[in-house]
C-alpha cells in the first residue's frame, strides 16, 4: 500500500522558516517525479515546486522561486520543501505528490493527507 505522509507544518511569523517532509513508502519512488502543491481556503490546488527522484531536476512556481527549496533522499525515500521569508500569502495546507511521468499535476497518483502552514503577519 502506497503512503505519502507530511509533517513539518506549523505556525511561523512572517520571515520565518519551516521544513516540510515526505516520506513515501509502500513502493520504490526512485524513477518518480515528487513534489508540492498547496491549497488555500476559498482557492484551487496550486503547484508549488517538484523534483525529479532520478535525475534530481527541479522545477518552482514564481511565487516561491529564490525563497523554497525542495530536495530529496533517495535512500529514505523522503522529500522536503525547506521554506524561508515566509509570507502570510503562503499560508495553506500543503500537499505531497508522485507520479510516475516527468511532472506532478493536480491529477497525480498518489497523494499524502496534508499538512497544514498557517504564516502571520
Known amino acids: 500500500q502506497v503512503q505519502l505522509v507530511e509533517s513539518g507544518g506549523g505556525l511561523v511569523q512572517a520571515g520565518g522558516s519551516l521544513r516540510l517532509s515526505c516520506a513515501a513508502s509502500?513502493?520504490?519512488?526512485?524513477?518518480?517525479?515528487m513534489g508540492w502543491f498547496r491549497q488555500a481556503p476559498g482557492k484551487e490546488r496550486e503547484f508549488v515546486a517538484q523534483i525529479s527522484m532520478r535525475f534530481g531536476n527541479t522545477l518552482y512556481a514564481d511565487s516561491v522561486k529564490g525563497r523554497f527549496t525542495i530536495s530529496r533522499d533517495n535512500a529514505k525515500n523522503t522529500v522536503y520543501l525547506q521554506m524561508n521569508s515566509l509570507k502570510p500569502e503562503d499560508t495553506a495546507v500543503y500537499y505531497c505528490a508522485a507520479d510516475p511521468d516527468v511532472v506532478v499535476t493536480p491529477k497525480s497518483d498518489y497523494w499524502g493527507q496534508g499538512t497544514q502552514v498557517t504564516v502571520s503577519s
Open positions: 509502500g513502493r520504490t519512488f526512485s524513477r518518480y517525479t
